[in-house]
């Protein structure tokens, strides 16, 4: 076993070797120390911290397995891709994952080869799991986003109570726990929740002095952001709440020629996603309209700016996202264009997608019933999932559905795929089968088994795409002709363009009844709590804004930060300076008080407009339009 002693001379140079990095970011010395002496220790490093590494570094240094408990299957792929791309081994299990490739996994922990395992929460609650543990040597535990633990956010986890009993079973395993966002009432949680043992606590400041934060009011929110590209060079993220949004604000903004822009989103494929997201990290200038879907484990240190399009769902989600900016501590803008008439419609969509418990058992009752799924019941294969068929049966809106389906997902009762993804295919049927089959039929499925090897025997992954080209058909016939040979039970096909279902756990009515129900209302009572406050912080013009997330996060008697839209307010910023700048900025070519706004360093939109008009009735300045401003 490596003593602390070892474990810090050979620190410095892994960090270097697979990271690049000469010296640690703060505290992440002092957190990889802790873990190393087997402490149990509480990390909050906000987003950009490098809480990854903190682990990722000890995990690779120290004898076997890290394993590293995670909430979301997108984030363990994330995370999983980054480390191989560095040469790490590390590996994740997901219900996506069929007995050989998990078996596979489980043995190269056996022999040492993986120093870091994501599992689920809901995993260690999985004999046939723990069983394999048995024959792994494990460093320590690492659980990611630990807030998950907590009943007093939105993200709550009930799978993270798991951990306590395997800590309980495993009391020589030191845990680290990691997050980017608690209240000091969630932080007591999951110390207590966790059963942490005296732990280490780093706390790191949620101050970012680089960031300046703006909350405007726009009605014209497209006009607004490519006034902004205009006179702002630099990488950017801009944060929209739908992909149709995104879509539609890449394609106004590339029809006037904004080509450094593109959008972003979870229904690309796994391809464009990383083309996309390679361009963007390459880029200087580069900026991806996205939704949420974006941002996770992304480590690019120069993003000058993140736009939200609209206010996001919470405060946490909120800093976690305009914490991409500035990493390299250069200064960097947030800023949060919205209307009151956006938050009324907001207010209704989200009181429209929370079901009572009756619509709620329903939903649940006939996504079951559309697949034959008994009580106590659960089905191997994966099933091709039509949203119409739930909306058409259950009569409840697609919101709805949806936010039960998610809610399933994320208590892996389901595995819920909305990805673009490969699709599978498996002959269901003996070879003197097919020679009974209609002769086109036949015919088809010797030229499936000529193009894609295996399917005789198991599943395959293959792209209708690449099928297409191989036989010489047009995709939609092919697809057609695949679904008719599934229809009539000859094919197993799940279409990878479309949603597909996976039932990780029986079928548990009673549970649906009772439990599930209570968590379900407790979590949607948390989001309209969180959208509340998220409300109270956009409108907000009294208080530093900065402070104001501090103080959320529990810091208190910080100083205001002096260079958000409510500090700059206040200041005394002379009307005579104002206005040779905005003179300045006419000279050089007539505009619009936006785009003067833009050219000002984020002046209070209030100030110019008092200037302006002031320079307007000296005969200073005149009006080509009822826009744009001039030289008199």
């Not at 069929?98 to 120093?115: H, L, M, N, P, V």
């Not at 495993?170 to 845990?175: I, R």
């Not at 697609?398 to 699709?423: M, R």
Request: hydrophobic share 40%.
């Amino acid at each position: 076993m490596i003593t602390l002693q070892e474990f810090k001379k050979l620190k410095n140079e892994t960090l270097q070797h697979f990271w690049g990095y000469q010296h640690f970011r703060d505290l992440q010395d002092e957190i990889t120390d802790s873990i190393a002496s087997g402490k149990d220790t509480l990390a909050l490093l906000p987003t950009g911290g490098g809480k990854s590494l903190c682990y990722q570094l000890p995990a690779l240094i120290m004898e076997g397995t890290c394993m590293v408990v995670s909430p979301l299957i997108a984030l363990m792929k994330d995370q999983v891709m980054q480390l191989k791309f560095r040469n790490i081994e590390a590996e994740y299990l997901s219900a996506e994952l069929d007995e050989a490739e998990a078996e596979e996994i489980y043995s190269r922990c056996r022999e040492g080869i993986t120093k870091l395992l994501y599992v689920s929460p809901e995993r260690l609650a999985s004999p046939a799991f723990l069983e394999h543990l048995l024959d792994i040597q494990l460093s320590f535990i690492a659980v990611d986003e630990a807030h998950c633990i907590s009943e007093w956010g939105q993200d709550f986890r009930p799978g993270y109570q798991n951990i306590k009993t395997f800590r309980n079973d495993h009391p020589e395993l030191a845990c680290l726990a990691l997050t980017a966002t608690a209240t000091p009432k969630v932080l007591s949680e999951i110390i207590a929740k966790l059963e942490l043992k005296a732990p280490a606590v780093f706390k790191k400041s949620f101050q970012r002095d680089n960031i300046r934060i703006f909350s405007e009011t726009i009605s014209d929110k497209y006009q607004w952001v490519y006034d902004l590209l205009r006179y702002h060079q630099g990488s950017g993220i801009i944060y929209t709440k739908t992909r149709k949004e995104a879509e539609e604000l890449t394609q106004f903004l590339k029809n006037r020629d904004k080509s450094r822009v593109d959008f972003f989103h979870a229904g690309l494929s796994s391809r464009e996603k990383h083309q996309k997201q390679q361009r963007w990290t390459a880029g200087e200038n580069e900026v991806l309209v996205s939704t949420n879907a974006f941002g996770m484990g992304i480590d690019k240190e120069n993003v000058r700016f993140i736009i939200h399009f609209s206010a996001p769902a919470s405060l946490e989600n909120y800093y976690q996202e305009i914490g991409r900016a500035g990493r390299d501590g250069k200064e960097s803008f947030a800023f949060m264009i919205w209307n009151e008439q956006e938050f009324l419609q907001f207010d209704q969509i989200l009181k429209n997608q929370i079901p009572d418990k009756k619509e709620f058992l329903k939903i649940i009752s006939h996504l079951y019933s559309i697949f034959q799924i008994a009580d106590s019941e659960r089905p191997e294969r994966a099933h091709q999932l039509f949203l119409h068929h739930l909306q058409n049966t259950t009569k409840c809106s697609a919101a709805k559905i949806k936010n039960v389906l998610n809610f399933l997902h994320n208590q892996e009762l389901i595995f819920l795929n909305n990805h673009k993804s490969l699709s599978s295919l498996e002959l269901k049927l003996e070879p003197h089968e097919i020679d009974l089959l209609p002769k086109k039929d036949a015919y088809f499925i010797e030229l499936l088994l000529r193009s894609i090897p295996g399917i005789s025997t198991h599943k395959v992954m293959f792209s209708e795409q690449n099928l297409s080209v191989k036989i010489g058909a047009e995709m939609p016939l092919i697809k057609e002709r695949i679904r008719e040979l599934r229809e009539a039970g000859h094919l197993e096909y799940i279409d990878g363009a479309l949603s597909s279902i996976t039932f990780i756990k029986p079928r548990d009515d009673r549970s649906f009844e009772g439990k599930y129900w209570h968590l379900f209302e407790q979590i949607q009572k948390n989001k309209i709590r969180k959208w509340e406050e998220m409300k109270f912080f956009a409108a907000n013009k009294d208080h530093c804004r900065m402070k104001m997330i501090l103080t959320y996060f529990g810091e208190k008697n910080t100083g205001n930060c002096g260079t958000c839209d409510v500090c700059e307010t206040k200041k005394s910023r002379s009307s005579t300076s104002i206005s040779e700048e905005i003179i300045k900025i006419l000279t050089a070519q007539p505009a619009t008080a936006d785009e003067i706004f833009m050219q000002l360093a984020y002046c209070k939109k209030e100030k110019i407009l008092e200037n302006i008009i002031l320079l307007l009735d000296v005969g200073k300045i005149k009006m080509l339009n009822f826009r744009t401003y001039t030289l008199a």
